[in-house]
């Protein structure tokens, strides 16, 4: 099957998008011309989102969001993120949703925001057969006190939508351990827990996001790969990760996707599943991720399937939901 021609329109399930990192750049030029916002730093010649390294990417990341100043500009941006991922075939997307950029982490504001970011969601099912759950980000080098506040913005709407808690930004900042009071509220919220660690982190960094936070899911933890019996450790816990691998590759973790442990890590017996990250600032979109994967590693329809199976078996949302996403992966 190389050139992977069918591979597009195979149903696929999405668990690891920050809903402000999928806003094409056109989208976020357009706002900063109504508010009359000068961004125009953040661009290149062509476009397109431009940055040097992952900490200059969490830059342009902040800035891009100071055009996103009100939950219809959040309404709209759901609907041209599922755009984008429903082209791609995605069926289910659980999109990391940050209170920061959402009215600052007060919960009435995030109430407000979430609400447009539903509307914006329920009109994707309908009209894009696309469902989408979030799960509330805190952001790490924002610091532990700003997660608390996330941390209850997210259990205070804790339920069939808002399914998960976790955390993003700069690994290199703190450790998981300062976030544990933000994770107990949410566990204790009834929320599912996975946290950004092993990309900019070394293995350690995955060990203490398990063991310290408990979480059930780990975003890219991709470097687990340098010490194998981390890795057997977490096939036998049954582990998940969110793995990126156009994410990686262009921020530059690994030179290319035949380089990529994410074949490595499934032969060992690791739940992997695969995932955009940010995919206008990483170039990609969930058809290219396959379409590179079977280009690397000749991955097959029945192993892009089996994938998306153990992705909704990951996923935090409820059993219905479950079932009716599954029936799609059969069709
Ligand atoms: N990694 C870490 N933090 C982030 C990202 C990412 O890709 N996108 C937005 N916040
Ligand atoms: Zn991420």
Redesign the pocket.
Known sequence: MKGGGGLKNLPKVELHL?L??GAPPAFIRGLAREKKLDISGIFSEDGSYAYRD?WH??KV?EAACTTLQTPEDFRRLTLAVLEESAASGVVYSET?LSPDFCGGRDIGAWKEYLLAIREAADEAERTMGITLRGVV?C?RHFGPEKARETALCAAETAGDFITGFGI????KVGAPKDYLWSFDSAREAGLRLTA?AG?WGGPQSVRDAIRDLGVERI?HGVRAIEDLALVDEIAERGTVLEV?PG?NVTLGIYPDFRRHPIAELDRRGVKVTVST??PP?FHTTMAREYEELNRAFDWDEGQFLRLARQALDAAFCDADTKAKIAKKLEA
Do not use: P, R
């Open positions: 920050h402000e990192g992952f990417f969490l990341y990391f980000t952001i993003a930004g700069d690994e950004h990309e975003g990126c994410s990250d940010d600032f």
